[in-house]
Every structure is written in structure tokens, then in C-alpha cells.
């Protein structure tokens, strides 16, 4: 399949500091590592978009690996941004990969929110971006779609939790299903964080957690690390080789995880405003960490129960758990452009009757006066 490419622009985004962490930067003063980081970010802008898609990677992987995905969708004429989340890629502590900072999950929403506002404006030379928290995006001309995948999926729930309204559409991939016992597994990492720390990487934990997807295929006679990311052998390589990718994780990194987990099937973490919001949960056909028919089933289930009604389930034969990156990708590509596409039309009229709403009452009011 052949299809049109645009330029890539890279550069770099903060919330812009404010409060005493601005005084501080004013008098050049220290201020938190969280506040200071930039997020390093990648966007491609066709001309004339006909809707915005945010995507938010994995656990120990970066952006870099979803450019051949973001250049397809911007052939469909899909504005399409990316960051490194923290710890990840170009968005690392001193501490390194793998360490997420300790205020990671109380900059969750607003991380999305100031890489989402950096889509509307130019690059400018020194590549780094401010984006003040009244600068927020709450409503947009364009369509709003949030695509998560792994981690990125519980990401993109926790934040269409509290703001399902601001969205167009949510795309949920390689969800990783609901956990019996995540509750005991937080508590056993505050336990260990007393003896190592946030920035400590526990090996028995990620002999633990990670490494137990392999034992599958592992029966089935494969050899290798990593063999439940893809059945695509050169993906899966390519992992291993990168870096960036498939680090030993630190405390902070479980704790934002399995916070993540926890809260994903909590009723009380979903303040739905939008009940027919647009929502597509993706998945391979064995993967463990969405963990097959039983528990895709009970993700759709869970989500049905709170209220939403507006659910498509998809599942794609032979795919692991990294469906972007798998042999058959082409075709997976074009099924969630298709899938956003479908509802496109629906949510942009959506869009133009709210903004004509508005400029009648404000034609209305500046006639009465």
C-alpha cells in the first residue's frame, strides 16, 4: 500500500511554570525536575486535517517507533502529535529510563493537555514550547481523538475519565486487562520503595511482571525476550537492539502502572459527561497483556457498565500484543483510520452546530446591547 508522506517536526514541550515555580525561574533559582522537564515531542500536519490524533505510546519504548503509523494516518488527512512520556525516549530524568519522577500521575492530564495545544502552534527556533495552563485546550475546531496503546491505553482512560466531553473519540489498543490482585502488588512496591527508593530497578519484580508473558510462547518452542510484543520478528529485534526500549523498571515505574491498572476499572475513577462517545478497544488475537476473549470481553463489560454505549470491540487474528507494529500492520493501520473516519463526519457536524450555537448567543447578546 502506497501512500503519501509529510514533514516531521520535532521539538519540545512544558507546562509553562507558574506560581513559586515561576519566581524561582525568574531569580534563577532550582525548581522541581517535574516542573523542569520538557517533553520531547514529534507532529505531522497534513494541509487542510480534517481531524486531530493524539497517540500515547507504551511502557519502555518511545515515540521514534510510531512514525510509519502517524505518517499513514496523516495520509488520511489526520493531524497527528506524539510525545515521549516521562521516563521514556527524549523525556528522561537525570535518574534515567524508566524513572517517571514522583509527580508523574499528577501531571498525567496536563502533560496531555500541553503537548495537545502544541499542535496549533508554529515550532519556533529554539524548538522549546511554554504552554501556559490557561492556553489549554477545552474546545476545538477539529475533531479530538485520543489513542492510547498499553500503558498509553490506561493513560488515555484516565484522562477521557475526567474529560470525556473534550474528546471526539477514545481508541483504547493493547489494553492490559483488570488485575485480581493490584491492589496487594501496589502495596508490596511501596514496600520495596522504603529499602531502594523510586529510582531503584527491583529485577524480581520484572521477572515478575513482564517476563511471565513469554512463558507461552516460550512452550511453544520460541527462544528470545520480548516474544510476546509481536509475531513480527524484525519488530521484535528491533526492540531488543533499541537503547530506549525494554528497560529494567524503576519503583516509580510500577507505581505508576499498577496506580493505572487499579484505577482504570474503578467506577468512581469515570466522571462521564459523554455516554455516546466513540470507543474502540483494539487487540491482538494472543495477546497476553490484553489477555484474550475472556478479558477483552470484561474490559468492553466494564465500560458498558458505567454507561457508555458507543463500543466497538475489535480483535486481529495472529497479533501480539504490539498490533502497530506487526506483519500484518498495513491492514490495522487502515481498520482504526477507517474506524475514526466513520465517525468523523458525525462528531465534526457535532463540532459546527456547537460553535454556530455559540456565535448566535453572541450575536444575540451584542445586539442587545
Given at each position: 500500500m502506497e501512500y503519501s508522506t509529510y514533514p516531521i517536526e520535532s521539538y519540545f514541550v512544558r507546562q509553562k511554570p507558574e506560581g513559586r515555580e515561576a519566581y524561582r525561574l525568574r531569580q534563577k533559582k532550582r525548581i522541581p525536575a517535574e516542573s523542569a522537564l520538557y517533553l520531547s515531542c514529534l507532529r505531522i500536519c497534513p494541509p487542510d486535517p480534517v481531524c486531530t490524533v493524539q497517540i500515547l505510546h507504551g511502557i519502555d519504548e518511545r515515540k521514534e517507533r510510531y512514525i510509519p503509523f502517524m505518517q499513514y494516518l496523516a495520509s488520511r488527512g489526520m493531524a497527528v502529535v506524539i510525545h515521549d512520556l516521562r521516563g521514556h525516549g527524549g523525556s528522561l530524568f537525570p535518574e534515567g529510563p524508566a524513572y517517571y519522577g514522583e509527580e508523574a500521575l499528577d501531571k498525567l492530564h496536563t502533560d496531555i493537555d500541553a503537548v495537545y495545544a502544541s499542535l496549533f502552534r508554529p515550532?519556533?527556533?529554539?524548538?522549546?514550547?511554554?504552554?501556559?495552563?490557561?492556553?489549554?485546550?477545552?474546545?476545538?475546531?477539529?475533531?479530538?481523538?485520543?489513542?492510547?496503546?498499553?500503558?498509553?491505553?490506561?493513560?488515555?482512560?484516565?484522562?477521557?475519565?475526567?474529560?470525556?466531553?473534550?474528546?471526539?473519540?477514545?481508541?483504547?489498543?493493547?489494553?492490559?486487562?483488570?488485575?485480581?490482585?493490584?491492589?496487594?502488588?501496589?502495596?508490596?512496591?511501596?514496600?520495596?520503595?522504603?529499602?531502594?527508593?523510586?529510582?531503584?530497578?527491583?529485577?524480581?519484580?520484572?521477572?515478575?511482571?513482564?517476563?511471565?508473558?513469554?512463558?507461552?510462547?516460550?512452550?511453544?518452542?520460541?527462544?528470545?525476550?520480548?516474544?510476546?510484543?509481536?509475531?513480527?520478528?524484525?519488530?521484535?529485534?528491533?526492540?531488543?537492539?533499541?537503547?530506549?526500549?525494554?528497560?529494567?523498571?524503576?519503583?516509580?515505574?510500577?507505581?505508576?502502572?499498577?496506580?493505572?491498572?487499579?484505577?482504570?476499572?474503578?467506577?468512581?475513577?469515570?466522571?462521564?459527561?459523554?455516554?455516546?462517545?466513540?470507543l474502540w478497544i483494539l487487540s491482538g488475537e494472543y495477546d497476553?497483556?490484553?489477555?484474550?476473549?475472556?478479558?477483552?470481553?470484561?474490559?468492553?463489560?466494564?465500560?458498558?457498565?458505567?454507561?457508555?454505549?458507543?463500543?466497538?470491540?475489535?480483535?486481529?487474528?495472529?497479533?501480539?500484543?504490539?498490533?502497530?507494529?506487526?506483519?500484518?500492520?498495513?491492514?490495522?493501520?487502515?481498520?482504526?483510520?477507517?474506524?475514526?473516519?466513520?465517525?468523523?463526519k458525525a462528531e465534526t457536524d457535532r463540532i459546527h452546530a456547537r460553535l454556530e450555537a455559540e456565535a448566535a448567543e453572541y450575536t444575540s447578546m451584542f445586539g442587545k446591547q
Open positions: 515550532v519556533p527556533a529554539s524548538e522549546k514550547m511554554d504552554i501556559a495552563y490557561e492556553d489549554f485546550p477545552t474546545e476545538t475546531a477539529l475533531p479530538r481523538y485520543l489513542l492510547g496503546f498499553s500503558m498509553g491505553a490506561l493513560i488515555a482512560g484516565s484522562f477521557a475519565g475526567d474529560n470525556d466531553d473534550r474528546l471526539s473519540g477514545l481508541i483504547l489498543a493493547g489494553l492490559p486487562h483488570r488485575e485480581r490482585f493490584v491492589s496487594f502488588a501496589l502495596a508490596w512496591v511501596r514496600f520495596l520503595s522504603l529499602f531502594g527508593g523510586e529510582s531503584w530497578h527491583p529485577p524480581l519484580l520484572d521477572r515478575f511482571s513482564f517476563r511471565k508473558y513469554n512463558t507461552v510462547f516460550e512452550r511453544q518452542g520460541e527462544e528470545g525476550s520480548f516474544l510476546w510484543l509481536s509475531e513480527n520478528r524484525e519488530n521484535t529485534e528491533a526492540f531488543r537492539a533499541d537503547p530506549l526500549c525494554g528497560a529494567v523498571n524503576t519503583i516509580s515505574a510500577y507505581r505508576f502502572l499498577l496506580t493505572l491498572v487499579r484505577d482504570m476499572y474503578r467506577p468512581a475513577s469515570w466522571n462521564m459527561a459523554r455516554p455516546d462517545l466513540p497476553p497483556v490484553a489477555g484474550g476473549d475472556r478479558w477483552v470481553l470484561d474490559s468492553e463489560d466494564f465500560l458498558r457498565d458505567i454507561g457508555y454505549t458507543n463500543i466497538e470491540n475489535r480483535m486481529f487474528p495472529r497479533c501480539r500484543h504490539e498490533i502497530f507494529m506487526e506483519t500484518d500492520r498495513l491492514y490495522i493501520w487502515q481498520e482504526t483510520a477507517d474506524c475514526i473516519l466513520a465517525a468523523n
